[in-house]
């Protein structure tokens, strides 16, 4: 069964301060990852999406994708309390299925 | 942005009764799913519909549950009868096309209570 595995669990980090979340996949036939974040009592909002290697940036957040290793990392740097929230990562495939697969999550919390 | 949007937002009921959950997902989108999430963790995916039909679904989605959208109104999801661990938040998605790699937008979920 695929898994989707985030570390690390919870994160606090200072405003102003960098914040690295990581998500790897145990499916070898992945090839879509997204990243969504969840303020608390809210539905999850998409963020970012990676689908080759390297890298993206948007604003101040940065996306990483290695998918020899099916290892994404997350990094969001002068993080501010807005930030704070539960941020999931998932997997999806590049077939007829639109199944996604998501992650156990990491909680950050930005302290002011 | 697009919005899905969940009828009820929160639904308390004893258990053992039915309890339908309703989705009015974005307005051109044809791929729709429900996901369950308890004690905000993770998200875990049930089933999804295409064309008035179920495509795929997980273990979680029981023979208790059904899906349906009849005649393009509300994509629903019914439980019945409803147990305990039943309890979560569900939340409804949409998708506009077909592949892993069209976004899901999410509604605001209903938060489901088993007595």
């Not at chain 1, 980090?13 to 992945?30: I, Q, Y």
């Not at chain 1, 990483?64 to 309390?81: C, E, F």
Request: net charge neutral; with cysteine.
């Amino acid at each position: 069964q695929q898994k989707v595995q985030q570390s690390p669990e919870s994160l606090i980090v200072p405003e102003g301060g960098m914040a690295s979340l990581n998500c790897t996949s145990s499916d070898r036939n992945v090839d879509y990852f997204w990243w969504y974040r969840q303020h608390s009592g809210k539905s999850p909002k998409m963020l970012m999406s990676i689908f080759s290697n390297g890298e993206k940036e948007e604003g101040r957040f940065t996306v990483h994708l290695n998918k020899a290793s099916l290892h994404t990392s997350l990094h969001i740097r002068d993080s501010q309390p807005s930030d704070s929230a539960l941020y999931l990562c998932a997997a999806s495939k590049a077939s007829n299925t639109n199944k996604v697969v998501f992650g156990t999550g990491t909680r950050l919390q930005v302290l002011p | 942005g697009p919005k899905v949007l969940q009828i009820p937002s929160h639904q308390i009921i004893d258990m053992g009764q039915m309890v339908t959950l309703n989705c009015d997902p974005v307005s051109n989108h044809l791929y729709f799913y429900w996901y369950k999430q308890i004690l905000g963790q993770q998200m875990e995916f049930l089933v999804n519909f295409y064309n008035g039909k179920v495509m795929e679904k997980s273990k979680l989605f029981k023979d208790q549950f059904s899906v349906e959208r009849p005649d393009g109104s509300y994509f629903t999801l019914k439980i019945q009868p409803t147990a305990l661990e039943d309890s979560a938040v569900y939340f409804c998605a949409s998708s506009q096309g077909q592949g892993g790699s069209y976004e899901q937008y999410f509604g605001p979920g209903t938060r489901l209570t088993v007595l």
